[in-house]
């Protein structure tokens, strides 16, 4: 294994519908949203995509934040901070799950393509994985920033763009 693990589940099969490529893309932009974690050993590392729908979310979203509503994504990192990783073996990072309604529907409303809006979900669940995270104004700027540095890298508009015009 030269790079990581990117495991794609389909458990909608709208999304392939949509995107016909989908598993193909979501693969592409993890691993070079991985590229950013430069401190672990990237020919070992694991991460689970779940091409999921907003019923399997919503459910998920209710259980584990405790907000009983579909969100367009949400990431489960397996690696506690600061805990030191395994000597050998895989290094599994957690699972990112995609609702495909929301999605779908957060684009069309923003005037995006699915692809671009799955691509922006993809870079946001990988980064948190990796331990960004945007609960103060501090860290969304971090956040936000490596997200359109990525985003760049993949030709995709800044998805901020638009928040940020005073106009």
């Not at 590392?45 to 994504?73: F, H, I, M, W």
Request: proline share 7%; hydrophobic share 40%; with cysteine.
């Amino acid at each position: 294994m030269t790079g990581p693990e990117i495991l794609v589940s389909m458990d909608c099969p709208l999304w392939m519908r949509a995107l016909p490529e989908v598993e193909d893309l979501c693969r592409r932009v993890a691993a070079i949203s991985l590229g950013l974690a430069r401190d672990l050993p990237a020919s070992r590392l694991e991460v689970s995509l779940v091409l999921a729908d907003d019923a399997t979310v919503r459910e998920l979203n209710r259980q584990y934040r405790g907000q009983d509503k579909p969100t367009n994504v949400l990431s489960f990192a397996a690696l506690d901070d600061g805990a030191p990783l395994p000597a050998e073996g895989p290094v599994l990072l957690g699972d990112v799950v995609f609702a495909y309604e929301t999605t779908a529907a957060e684009a069309a409303a923003g005037g995006k393509t699915l692809s671009q809006h799955l691509c922006h979900l993809v870079v946001h669940g990988i980064l948190h994985l990796l331990g960004y995270d945007h609960e103060d104004d501090a860290e969304a700027e971090e956040m936000e920033d490596r997200e359109r540095s990525l985003l760049a890298v993949l030709g995709i508009p800044d998805p901020y763009e638009e928040l940020d015009d005073p106009r």
